[in-house]
């Protein structure tokens, strides 16, 4: 198995553009991932200055301030409620590493992979820590396109 599955730690800094069919969002992005939880911050979103989102175990919380907070066992109907479009927020957290889910199929691409009905693409890579990691992809169906920039890496 490839050694970014078993990286217990990593964080990142970066900007992501979220396109749906009526849509599209800006947003600054910190995603801090950890054994135990996925810790995401937005900022810039629906006006505000900052939407945390924790995924731990199969409880999604988000948390828009001033005592604004909701949680989910249904992750992904969940975010499709509160963003207006479907993010497959499992996955992604091993797509934005630059790796398929490992319980899952998939098909390699000349710039990525295709697993689950999505397309993973892989824009531009930089070396973190002799490391090669994703500094711009793009994950998309025919519904939602997320762009991202990654900026600044942190590996544990």
Do not use: C
Request: no cysteine.
């Amino acid at each position: 198995m490839l050694p970014l599955y078993n990286l217990k730690h990593w964080s990142f800094d970066g900007r992501m553009v979220l396109t749906g069919q009526n849509d599209s969002r800006t947003v600054n992005i910190n995603w801090e991932h950890s054994p135990d939880a996925e810790k995401i911050k937005l900022s810039g979103l629906w006006g505000q200055g900052a939407v945390f989102i924790l995924l731990a175990g199969n409880v999604i919380t988000i948390d828009r301030g001033a005592g604004d907070v909701q949680s989910s066992t249904q992750l992904e109907a969940f975010i499709n409620q509160q963003l207006g479009m479907f993010i497959p927020v499992r996955s992604l957290r091993y797509w934005v590493v630059g790796l398929p889910e490992p319980f899952g199929s998939f098909k390699d691409t000349d710039f990525g992979f295709n697993q689950a009905g999505w397309l993973s693409e892989y824009k531009q890579m930089q070396s973190i820590n002799m490391t090669i990691m994703p500094r711009k992809l793009m994950v998309m169906n025919n519904q939602v396109k997320l762009k991202l920039v990654i900026d600044h890496w942190v590996l544990q």
